[in-house]
Antibody, heavy 119, light 110 residues
Framework: QVQLVQSGAEVRKPGASVKVSCRTS????????IHWVRQAPGQGLEYMGM????????MYAPKFQGGLTLTRDTSTTTAYMELSSLRYEDTAIYYC????????????WGQGTLVTVSS | QSALTQPASVSGSPGQSITVSCTGT?????????VCWYQQHPDKAPKLMMY???KRPSGVSNRFSGSKSGNTASLTISGLQADDEADYYC??????????FGIGTKVLVL
């Protein structure tokens, strides 16, 4: 069955970077996109960006351009989300989600990774 | 890019029908039929409930239905059940080639 399994919780200081992984299985990794969405405590969902796994090209929501880097490793069927220059307001649960190209919906999600920014 | 507007909460009794609205602009909800709805139970990942306005993924109950008129999309839950109590988020693909989410609606089963 399709699975997206994310790495564990992280704690970082302001100004640091964090890299979260999303290990996939149960489908052909290169034929889907991976999107990243975050949710601050008690808040709604916020779209961050996506990576085309086959081509490796990525697209970022305007708010995250410059600080967000999405990558993938096709040998391990894992996608990565790296967020730099962390601020307190980046404290959130970060989700990866899968999209079949040009379907515009996220049909499977990872379990989420809590990133806490604290001094 | 502003979040799509949703009511903070909608409630109903078991067996009743409720509708959650999602209002955007001509640059997102009104632009394409790529409107989706996600259900999120507490401390769980979101789950796709509706895509392309009114299409249900396999396994989603036919008690859930979707529609759109202009810049407003709607999700209707009929025959409300206890397990339907959750947060619901709409999302739309926008003219900036990115996605925008709604602020979320808490559905309460009285």
């Amino acid at each position: 069955q399709v699975q997206l399994v994310q790495s564990g919780a992280e704690v970082r200081k302001p100004g640091a970077s964090v890299k979260v992984s999303c290990r996939t299985s149960g489908y052909t990794f290169t034929t889907y996109y991976i999107h990243w969405v975050r949710q601050a405590p008690g808040q709604g969902l916020e779209y961050m960006g996506m990576i085309n796994i086959r081509g490796g090209n990525s697209m970022y929501a305007p708010k995250f351009q410059g600080g967000l880097t999405l990558t993938r490793d096709t040998s391990t069927t894992t996608a990565y989300m790296e967020l730099s220059s962390l601020r307190y307001e980046d404290t959130a649960i970060y989700y990866c989600a899968r999209e079949s190209p040009s379907t515009f919906n996220f049909d499977h999600w990872g379990q989420g990774t809590l990133v806490t920014v604290s001094s | 890019q502003s979040a799509l507007t949703q009511p903070a909460s909608v409630s109903g009794s078991p067996g009743q029908s409720i509708t959650v609205s999602c209002t955007g602009t001509s640059s997102d909800v009104g632009l394409y039929n790529h409107v989706c709805w996600y259900q999120q139970h507490p401390d769980k990942a979101p789950k796709l409930m509706m895509y392309d306005v009114n299409k249900r993924p396999s396994g989603v109950s036919n008690r859930f239905s979707g529609s759109k008129s202009g810049n407003t999309a709607s999700l209707t839950i009929s025959g409300l059940q206890a397990d339907d109590e959750a947060d619901y988020y709409c999302t739309a693909y926008s003219s900036s080639n990115t996605y925008v989410f709604g602020i979320g609606t808490k559905v309460l089963v009285l």
